[in-house]
């Protein structure tokens, strides 16, 4: 296997943001750190990082050697890990675990901030990947290496510079737990886990906040925060920074399918921050030469910023949100779109095509925004949702779509 030339991509990483506007962190050059991160952990010698392998304990031994160079204390059962496993059906349509059924083995990275509070602050991100993409891929052709730069060592690397900085400032009222998980692509296995093993108690935690893909900011700067909601004073704390700017979606509900769902059900505050999906989720395309440095910077220092702001706090009150139903997701049809998380308006805006599903076949294309199925309106996700839940393969629809300002319809055969 031909390894990637991580010293070219280092040095070209140190110009970029070295070019990016300051923002407001105490470490006073944090850009070398965050390269090596980035470019380690996201590097063809960690081969994608899947749960239970090889890869997953280098990235594991990358991350502990980080803890301790920034002087955490290591709060797992073994140092700085929290090992786990997971039996798993080898029938996906079979809930009972049976003989002969598989086991997932993995371990989560802990390091510890003691600033001597009763109350602690849980950071977290996940660290394992796709592997070779056997599972989860979208990727259609031969067996390749899944890097995950964006999904998901943007957070870790987020992580890592957060530990940095949270280490390097003085009189916080808060400790701070800082947790990379592992097993998240295989359903949030490693922060179920924790939350059901603490290290520290969960009535001892203050709120939970999960990075999951802040590596690919785009142009117009949209993040989307979840979880605002959870807690009555997240809102005022977010608001309240002027600097970097963002154009947020703020999403008052606590539930979504990453770590910080395992924290919310157990009744602790969470924030969620994302910045976006792209045609490289899931494929091995998603690398580090596409990762937007300056702007997984700009993050971590809002982040920073509304730590310190809720750090000035008691532990925080929690509240429970009004979450999306649970959607059945063995649907009889697809439409093969990958949706923009983002979008704000009326409809679903298309932020990608799996090819050879219907959508891609009937002509629709990345940022046509759909209005309408067959006779459903769609006004959002949900109703997007529900629509697949009325129809069966073979049906003939018509989808209306907003392209470009016009309205077209096209006939999709699903």
Same mark, same amino acid.
């Given at each position: 296997?031909?390894?990637?030339?991580?010293?070219?991509?280092?040095?070209?990483?140190?110009?970029?943001?070295?070019?990016?506007?300051?923002?407001?962190?105490?470490?006073?050059?944090?850009?070398?750190?965050?390269?090596?991160?980035?470019?380690?952990?996201?590097?063809?010698?960690?081969?994608?990082?899947?749960?239970?392998?090889?890869?997953?304990?280098?990235?594991?031994?990358?991350?502990?050697?980080?803890?301790?160079?920034?002087?955490?204390?290591?709060?797992?059962?073994?140092?700085?890990?929290?090992?786990?496993?997971?039996?798993?059906?080898?029938?996906?349509?079979?809930?009972?675990?049976?003989?002969?059924?598989?086991?997932?083995?993995?371990?989560?990275?802990?390091?510890?901030?003691?600033?001597?509070?009763?109350?602690?602050?849980?950071?977290?991100?996940?660290?394992?990947?796709?592997?070779?993409?056997?599972?989860?891929?979208?990727?259609?052709?031969?067996?390749?290496?899944?890097? *995950?730069?964006? @999904?998901? !060592? %943007?957070?870790?690397?987020?992580?890592? $510079?957060?530990?940095?900085?949270?280490? &390097?400032?003085?009189?916080?009222?808060?400790?701070?737990?800082?947790?990379?998980?592992?097993?998240?692509?295989?359903?949030?296995?490693?922060?179920?886990?924790?939350?059901?093993?603490?290290?520290?108690?969960?009535?001892?935690?203050?709120?939970?906040?999960?990075?999951?893909?802040?590596?690919?900011?785009?142009?117009?700067?949209?993040?989307?925060?979840?979880?605002?909601?959870?807690?009555?004073?997240?809102?005022?704390?977010?608001?309240?920074?002027?600097?970097?700017?963002?154009?947020?979606?703020?999403?008052?509900?606590?539930?979504?399918?990453?770590?910080?769902?395992?924290?919310?059900?157990?009744?602790?505050?969470?924030?969620?921050?994302?910045?976006?999906?792209?045609?490289?989720?899931?494929?091995?395309?998603?690398?580090?030469?596409?990762?937007?440095?300056? *702007?997984?910077? @700009?993050? !971590? %220092?809002?982040?920073?910023?509304?730590? $310190?702001?809720?750090?000035?706090?008691? &532990?925080?009150?929690?509240?429970?949100?009004?979450?999306?139903?649970?959607?059945?997701?063995?649907?009889?049809?697809?439409?093969?779109?990958?949706?923009?998380?983002?979008?704000?308006?009326?409809?679903?805006?298309?932020?990608?095509?799996?090819?050879?599903?219907?959508?891609?076949?009937?002509?629709?294309?990345?940022?046509?925004?759909?209005?309408?199925?067959?006779?459903?309106?769609?006004?959002?996700?949900?109703?997007?949702?529900?629509?697949?839940?009325?129809?069966?393969?073979?049906?003939?629809?018509?989808?209306?779509?907003?392209?470009?300002?016009?309205?077209?319809?096209?006939?999709?055969?699903?």
């Amino acid at each position: 296997m031909q390894l990637r030339p991580i010293t070219f991509l280092l040095y070209l990483t140190l110009f970029i943001i070295s070019c990016s506007p300051a923002v407001k962190l105490p470490v006073s050059n944090p850009v070398q750190s965050m390269a090596v991160d980035m470019l380690t952990l996201s590097s063809d010698e960690m081969e994608g990082r899947e749960t239970g392998t090889d890869g997953e304990r280098r990235a594991a031994e990358h991350i502990q050697g980080r803890f301790m160079e920034i002087g955490l204390i290591p709060l797992g059962t073994d140092g700085y890990l929290q090992a786990f496993s997971k039996k798993r059906t080898q029938d996906p349509h079979r809930s009972t675990i049976q003989t002969g059924d598989s086991v997932i083995y993995g371990s989560n990275v802990i390091g510890f901030l003691d600033n001597g509070s009763k109350n602690t602050v849980v950071i977290g991100a996940h660290y394992d990947h796709l592997g070779f993409g056997a599972e989860g891929s979208l990727y259609k052709g031969d067996k390749q290496i899944h890097n *995950g730069a964006d @999904d998901n !060592a %943007s957070g870790v690397t987020g992580l890592l $510079l957060l530990a940095e900085n949270l280490k &390097k400032t003085k009189k916080l009222k808060n400790n701070y737990l800082f947790i990379a998980f592992s097993g998240e692509e295989k359903g949030l296995l490693g922060s179920n886990y924790y939350v059901n093993n603490p290290t520290v108690g969960v009535q001892e935690m203050n709120y939970m906040i999960n990075m999951d893909m802040i590596g690919r900011l785009n142009t117009e700067r949209n993040l989307a925060i979840g979880g605002i909601g959870t807690s009555p004073l997240f809102d005022q704390a977010v608001s309240q920074i002027k600097e970097p700017k963002f154009q947020l979606k703020k999403e008052l509900s606590g539930a979504g399918p990453s770590d910080h769902m395992s924290f919310y059900l157990a009744g602790i505050p969470v924030l969620s921050f994302f910045t976006g999906q792209h045609d490289d989720y899931h494929k091995p395309s998603d690398d580090a030469h596409l990762i937007n440095y300056s *702007g997984m910077k @700009d993050v !971590a %220092s809002l982040i920073y910023q509304i730590i $310190l702001a809720l750090d000035k706090s008691e &532990k925080l009150p929690f509240t429970k949100t009004q979450d999306p139903a649970p959607q059945n997701r063995n649907f009889a049809v697809s439409l093969g779109i990958m949706p923009d998380y983002l979008f704000d308006g009326k409809g679903v805006k298309v932020d990608g095509l799996r090819e050879g599903k219907p959508g891609m076949k009937a002509g629709i294309q990345k940022g046509d925004i759909i209005t309408m199925m067959g006779s459903i309106e769609i006004t959002d996700m949900k109703a997007y949702m529900n629509s697949l839940g009325t129809f069966k393969p073979g049906d003939k629809i018509d989808v209306r779509i907003i392209r470009n300002q016009q309205e077209i319809t096209l006939p999709v055969t699903l």
